[in-house]
């Protein structure tokens, strides 16, 4: 059950977070409150030491200071923050600094691509329900942000495999 934890429900996490950003501009709490149990199950699934949870929690609470901050000051959104610190909980250390640089990577890549689509006017008519998808609206209105969930989640994907966790998981 603990590896299905790793190996099913937090990839389902991560995207879900991602369509539910792309969609509403919103990561919901639940998604980052079942990343937070996920892994106080998986840690006590797979006998993780007192020190290896102080190592991922400490993880999770540096990215939640530096990423706080950075919602406080109005660079990113309560959601990104939070789900980001979730992530780095589950990754611990270790890879933390693989995970945010290609969350980064990814979502220069993904403002870039939202700049360049929002500098194009929006297409009347492709097909019979795309102008009317509000989702899609949205995300073209210049005053709204990025949906920078898709980058933390995609960077959270590519970087968990390599982790001491899901190496655990596979070996069960």
Known sequence: MAAASVLI???????YAAVNDLLTMLIPNR????????FAVIAASFGLGW????????AGALVLAITFTLFALGHIGGGDAKLAAGTALWIGFDH???????????????TLAILALRAQPLPMFI?????????????HDTRTGVPYGIALAFAAVLVLP????WSRALSL
């Open 9 to 15: 429900v937090f990839p389902f996490l991560m995207v």
């Open 31 to 38: 998604i980052t409150l079942a990343l937070v149990i996920g």
């Open 51 to 58: 020190t290896e949870v102080a190592s991922h929690a400490g």
């Open 96 to 110: 933390l600094l693989d995970y945010l640089t290609l969350a980064a990577l990814a979502g220069g890549i993904l």
């Open 127 to 139: 097909g019979p329900a795309l102008p009317r998808l509000p989702f899609l609206l949205h995300l």
């Open 162 to 165: 390599e982790t001491a966790i």
